[in-house]
T-cell receptor, first 113, second 114 residues
Framework: GDSVTQMEGPVTLSEEAFLTINCTYTATGYPSLFWYVQYPGEGLQLLLKATKADDKGSNKGFEATYRKETTSFHLEKGSVQVSDSAVYFCALKLTDSWGKLQFGAGTQVVVTP | GAVVSQHPSRVICKSGTSVKIECRSLDFQATTMFWYRQFPKQSLMLMATSNEGSKATYEQGVEKDKFLINHASLTLSTLTVTSAHPEDSSFYIC??????????FGSGTQLSVL
C-alpha cells in the first residue's frame, strides 16, 4: 500500500545550521507530495507542496524537490532559526483521493540558540 | 487563515468510559472533515472521512461502532470513543476542508485511558 517514511527525530541543531529531513514514499499512482509543520500547541499547517515530478516546493526558506526516480521529497533549509522548532510531517495524496493524506510519523526539530 | 478548533487538547479517562472530541471550523464551512490517529512513533493514520449530513466512511480496520463520528453541521464534527480502553490511548487529530479543497488541521487531542 501507499506509505511515507521519514527520518526519526528528534533532530537537534544550532541556530543557522543546515537542516535536512529525509522523506521517501511508496505509491501505486502519481501522488502529490506535501510537507506540513506543527508548531507547539497548534494544528498542522501546510508548509509546501509539489504535484509532479521535478517540481520544487518552497516556503519560508524551506525547499523540497519531488524526485520520482528516488521516490523522495527531502525537506531542506539552509539556515534554521529557533522559531523553526516544530514537528515536520511529510505526506502524500493520490490524485483520486481528495483530502485523504498519507502521513509519515513526523520529525521533531529542535533548534537551540 | 482558516482556523480549526479541536477540543479538548488532552483528556484522561477511566477504562470503559466514553470520550467525545470536537472539531470546529471557525471561519469557513467544512463540507468534509477527516479524523486521524497517531500512535507513538508511528504515522498519522486516517480513521474516517465525514461529510456533513451523511454517514462517515471508515478506513479498513477502524471499528465504526467504537469510533462514532457525527458531522451534523457544516462547522462541527465530533468523534466519540466509546467504552475506551488503554489501547485506544493515542493522539487524535481532525482536519477540515471547504469547497476549495484546502485542508486545515486542528491542534489534536491526546487521549490517555487508564
Amino acid at each position: 500500500g501507499d506509505s511515507v517514511t521519514q527520518m526519526e527525530g528528534p533532530v537537534t541543531l544550532s541556530e543557522e545550521a543546515f537542516l535536512t529531513i529525509n522523506c521517501t514514499y511508496t505509491a501505486t499512482g502519481y501522488p502529490s507530495l506535501f510537507w506540513y509543520v506543527q508548531y507547539p500547541g497548534e494544528g498542522l499547517q501546510l508548509l509546501l507542496k509539489a504535484t509532479k515530478a521535478d517540481d520544487k516546493g518552497s516556503n519560508k526558506g524551506f525547499e523540497a524537490t519531488y524526485r520520482k526516480e528516488t521516490t523522495s521529497f527531502h525537506l531542506e533549509k539552509g539556515s534554521v532559526q529557533v522559531s523553526d522548532s516544530a514537528v515536520y510531517f511529510c505526506a502524500l495524496k493520490l490524485t483520486d483521493s481528495w483530502g485523504k493524506l498519507q502521513f509519515g510519523a513526523g520529525t521533531q526539530v529542535v533548534v537551540t540558540p | 487563515g482558516a482556523v480549526v478548533s479541536q477540543h479538548p487538547s488532552r483528556v484522561i479517562c477511566k477504562s470503559g468510559t466514553s470520550v467525545k472530541i470536537e472539531c470546529r471550523s471557525l471561519d469557513f464551512q467544512a463540507t468534509t472533515m477527516f479524523w486521524y490517529r497517531q500512535f507513538p512513533k508511528q504515522s498519522l493514520m486516517l480513521m474516517a472521512t465525514s461529510n456533513e449530513g451523511s454517514k462517515a466512511t471508515y478506513e479498513q480496520g477502524v471499528e465504526k461502532d467504537k469510533f462514532l463520528i457525527n458531522h451534523a453541521s457544516l462547522t462541527l464534527s465530533t468523534l466519540t470513543v466509546t467504552s475506551a480502553h488503554p489501547e485506544d490511548s493515542s493522539f487524535y487529530i481532525c482536519s477540515a476542508s471547504g469547497t476549495d479543497e484546502k485542508l486545515f488541521f486542528g491542534s489534536g487531542t491526546q487521549l490517555s485511558v487508564l
